[in-house]
């Protein structure tokens, strides 16, 4: 597709459900990022991937969270036992991996708002 | 938590005035970017200064850096209405592929 396509756009769950949050990564991006961004904050950094490797999970904030990219495209963050303080904005940007400055530049999908009830 | 700060949090000005949005950050950077968020929407890459640069231009932006001081402006001319949106600068990591966001800037432009 033409750009970063993230589904659902938003997302209600009750407390202690589990929730799934999907990411559809420019065609060709091989870098890919979720942050999570609280109401009226900058997003904050949880995970990265470089094609389906995970070289860093240092901000996801416990281990109910989790995420994969098992074919180096599609990516799915999955939220376990979801918890009123994990309501956010979910979002997940791609880039490239080379090309200099390129590389550099993240482009961001609208982002999935997830409401724990 | 957040590289740094922006300063200030909201800003309200006519069409046709300038808007100055300033960022601080803390450690040492590859670069620094500015990105543009319009309500309910995800963010959108405005510009790049690398660590090396003082200043750069384009089209109504100008951004500048001090390194001396880990602090960067993003200056944007002539304003217009659909310029209202949040303002982020996010540092890079020196490999250059890690962003780290401030808390942003929330500019209104009144037409």
Known sequence: GAGVSQSPRYKVAKRGQDVALRCDPISGHVSLFWYQQALGQGPEFLTYFQNEAQLDKSGLPSDRFFAERPEGSVSTLKIQRTQQEDSAVYLCASSLAWGGLAKNIQYFGAGTRLSVL | ?111
């Open chain 2, 1 to 111: 938590s957040q590289q740094g700060e922006e300063d200030p949090q909201a800003l309200s000005i006519q069409e046709g005035e300038n808007a100055t949005m300033n960022c601080s950050y803390k450690t040492s950077i590859n670069n620094l970017q500015w990105y543009r968020q319009n309500s309910g929407r995800g963010l959108v890459h405005l510009i790049l200064i690398r660590s090396n640069e003082r200043e750069k231009h384009s089209g109504r932006l100008r951004v500048t850096l001090d390194t001396s001081k880990k602090s960067s402006s993003l200056l944007i001319t002539a304003s217009r209405a659909a310029d209202t949106a949040s303002y982020f600068c996010a540092t890079a990591n020196n490999a250059g592929n890690m962003l780290t966001f401030g808390g942003g800037t929330r500019l209104m432009v009144k037409p």
